[in-house]
């Protein structure tokens, strides 16, 4: 089945630095999406970038689909931004369920 | 912003009980769907139901669970006999066909089995 891999799986800086959490993906999907787990469990949906480039605030993804990894990048890092960012890819063979990756744990200091 | 929403948010049961686990889809959206995450580990796909009926489900999705579409509304997941290892957060999620704008989760529901 398809691999889903994210990198660092950890992270740790100051507040106010920049960020870049790659993913990456053994094969062709139909849709990649980027979440964000806040510490109380809930999913936060970042960004749907199946492909190209997206920017939201001080957040950013790009996906380039034809060489299987999507970027996110977080600028001007808050402490708000803690906890865990996942990507999740749709198989290009399969509608229906979005396979995970082990996610990045981000803590950001004051 | 339209939000899918589960109810409840944590949930306490005895081993070998019955729970039933609720979402409420987003309104125009047609496919939903099951996920669990036990803690610290990744988001796992349990289902995909589809004009009433199961689209897909996983290795994990076996006799213990059932899901149902009880109303024009709701959308339900039911684990008989729970186990220990059954303890994690469910979550819901919904989609427009083709997942143009991708899956919405809800926030999840924690169960924790004692």
């Known amino acids: 089945g398809i691999q889903v891999e994210q990198s660092p799986p950890d992270l740790i800086l100051q507040e106010g630095a920049n960020s870049t959490l790659r993913c990456n993906f053994s094969d062709s999907v139909n849709n990649l999406q980027w979440f964000h787990q806040n510490p109380w469990g809930q999913l936060i949906n970042l960004f749907y970038i199946p492909s190209g480039t997206k920017q939201n605030g001080r957040l950013s993804a790009t996906t380039v689909a034809t060489e299987r990894y999507s970027l996110l990048y977080i600028s001007s890092s808050q402490t708000t931004d803690s906890g865990v960012y996942f990507c999740?890819?749709?198989?290009?063979?399969?509608?229906?369920?979005?396979?995970w990756g082990a996610g990045t744990k981000l803590i950001i200091k004051p | 912003e339209p939000e899918v929403t589960q109810t409840p948010s944590h949930q306490v049961t005895q081993m070998g009980q019955e729970v039933i686990l609720r979402c409420v889809p987003i309104?125009?959206?047609?496919?939903f769907y099951w996920y669990r995450q036990i803690l610290g580990q990744k988001v796992e796909f349990l289902v995909s139901?589809?004009?009433?009926?199961?689209?897909?489900k996983s290795e994990i999705f076996d006799d213990q669970f059932s899901v149902e579409r009880p109303d024009g509304s709701n959308f339900t997941l039911k684990i008989r006999s729970t186990k220990l290892e059954d303890s994690a957060m469910y979550f819901c999620a919904s989609s427009v066909p083709g997942q143009i704008y991708g899956y919405t989760f809800g926030s999840g529901t924690r169960l924790t089995v004692v």
């Open positions: 139901f589809y004009n009433n009926e199961i689209s897909e």
């Open positions: 999740a890819v749709e198989r290009l063979d399969s509608n229906y369920q979005l396979i």
């Open positions: 309104s125009n959206h047609l496919y």
